[in-house]
């Protein structure tokens, strides 16, 4: 088997293969499910968004730093949400701060009609493609819920834009040995909006151990738990992987 999958995105990667760099952004898109169109073309995004005040703003910027490196081998571009709004890539949804990296499209318009290819090739390609596409759906939007206090790791959460991305992504995680808990889209029982789909990495120590995040915010989250539950963190880095890739253990 070769070392990359060929396989066509429908996105302009610069590239046939499904590599790693291109799996992570994969990854941070279909988690997203956003596209934007701008001057008669069609673009996708793989945003990184944080809360207020959960990430400062030099490891906001050090964050931004490290994707665009990776960005820079796919034909991505990569911008901060000041630069997004008002501008004809706005799509009205980066409003929380962070950045997003943007592809062309070559193709592909709807992200559920692209599932099945994309899944074919990933199963069919190394761990190290599918743990890159692992690492793109978490960075950017995965949130650690985790508690330094009660020195207690719950799961990694992310919020799917719907049950057929979520359940998706709930498949490569399993095949790739995740514990992972996945909960539908269901209705608020007060009414209103319905709740997301939400996907839950159960095993957060073994998922950092072996995966990582390359988030400084999310790094320095879970370094203080670490502390908290075993007097240490270590940092373990992993730039010849991913630039900025860091797993943790206590």
């Given at each position: 088997?070769?070392?990359?999958q ?5 996105i ?5 293969y499904?590599t ?8 941070g898109i ?6 934007v ?5 069609l673009y996708w ?8 005040k959960y990430s ?5 910027a050090?964050?931004f730093?490290f994707v665009?490196?990776i960005?820079?081998?796919v034909n991505g571009y990569?911008?901060m ?7 004809p890539l706005d799509?009205?949804k ?6 997003s990296?943007?592809?062309e ?7 559920l009609e692209?599932i ?7 199963l069919?390609?190394?761990w190290?493609v ?7 759906a ?6 650690p819920d985790?508690s330094a206090a009660k020195?207690?790791?719950r799961y990694?959460s ?7 991305i979520?359940?998706?992504l709930?498949?490569?995680?399993t095949?790739?040995?995740l514990?992972v808990?996945?909960?539908?889209a ?6 209103g ?14 998922y950092?151990?072996n995966?990582?995040?390359?988030s400084?915010?999310?790094v ?5 738990v670490?502390?908290a539950k075993y007097?240490?963190a270590s940092?373990i880095?992993?730039d010849?992987?991913l630039?900025?890739?860091k797993?943790?253990k206590?």
């Amino acid at each position: 088997m070769p070392a990359y999958q060929v396989y066509n995105a429908g996105i302009n990667t610069g590239t046939q293969y499904l590599t790693v760099e291109a799996a992570y952004f994969l990854g941070g898109i279909y988690a997203a499910n956003e596209k934007v169109a701008s001057n008669g073309k069609l673009y996708w995004a793989s945003p990184v968004r944080y809360n207020p005040k959960y990430s400062t703003q030099a490891e906001t910027a050090e964050h931004f730093d490290f994707v665009r490196q990776i960005s820079d081998k796919v034909n991505g571009y990569t911008v901060m949400r000041d630069n997004i709004i008002g501008t004809p890539l706005d799509s009205g949804k980066n409003r929380l701060p962070g950045f997003s990296t943007f592809f062309e499209s070559t193709g592909l318009t709807d992200l559920l009609e692209g599932i099945p290819g994309l899944k074919d090739a990933l199963l069919l390609s190394t761990w190290e493609v599918q743990k890159a596409f692992i690492i793109g759906a978490m960075d950017g939007r995965g949130t650690p819920d985790v508690s330094a206090a009660k020195q207690v790791f719950r799961y990694l959460s992310l919020d799917c834009p719907n049950n057929d991305i979520g359940s998706f992504l709930s498949e490569v995680m399993t095949n790739y040995g995740l514990f992972v808990n996945y909960n539908t889209a269901r209705d608020r029982v007060e009414g209103g909006k319905p709740r997301r789909p939400q996907l839950r990495v159960k095993d957060v120590e073994c998922y950092m151990a072996n995966i990582g995040y390359i988030s400084p915010a999310k790094v320095r989250k879970l370094s203080e738990v670490y502390m908290a539950k075993y007097d240490r963190a270590s940092v373990i880095n992993d730039d010849a992987f991913l630039p900025g890739l860091k797993y943790l253990k206590g």
